[in-house]
């Protein structure tokens, strides 16, 4: 399986910013296209951003354009979710993932069955 660790979270202010990472666990990362997905109680997983293997293509959910950026840096097997200008609606588990590679460029897409981790929670209020 392969198993991701992510971390970054917090409580963090309306307006604020914050930095999660995703790093692979024994695995090299450079070889997959990683996306992040948020989980809030009560509502299905939804898909936030996503990177090709190369990191030359990106995907972005509507509600976070313009304030997230996603990157990878395969050296540290570790991609990462730079969120800026954060909304309460951000509020949630953050989880990374293996997604469908010819996928990235239209949807954030998991395999299934998709091995989640625990996630990291990113609060923000006020």
């Known amino acids: 399986q392969l198993q991701f660790v992510e971390s970054g979270g917090g409580l963090v202010q309306p307006g604020g910013s914050l930095r999660l990472s995703c790093a692979a666990s024994?695995?090299?990362?450079?070889?997959?296209?990683i996306g992040w997905f948020r989980q809030v109680p009560g509502s299905d997983r939804e898909g936030i951003s996503c990177?090709?293997?190369?990191?030359?293509?990106?995907n972005y959910a509507n509600s976070v354009k313009g304030r997230f950026t996603i990157s990878r840096d395969n050296a540290k097997n570790t991609v990462y979710l730079q969120m800026n200008s954060l909304k309460p609606e951000d509020t949630g588990a953050y989880l990374c993932?293996?997604?469908?590679?010819?996928?990235?460029?239209?949807?954030?897409?998991?395999?299934?069955?998709?091995?989640w981790g625990q996630g990291t929670q990113v609060t923000v209020s006020s």
């Open positions: 024994g695995f090299s990362l450079d070889q997959y296209a």
């Open positions: 990177i090709s293997a190369t990191g030359d293509s990106t």
């Open positions: 993932v293996v997604v469908i590679p010819r996928m990235v460029q239209t949807i954030c897409a998991p395999f299934v069955p998709a091995s």
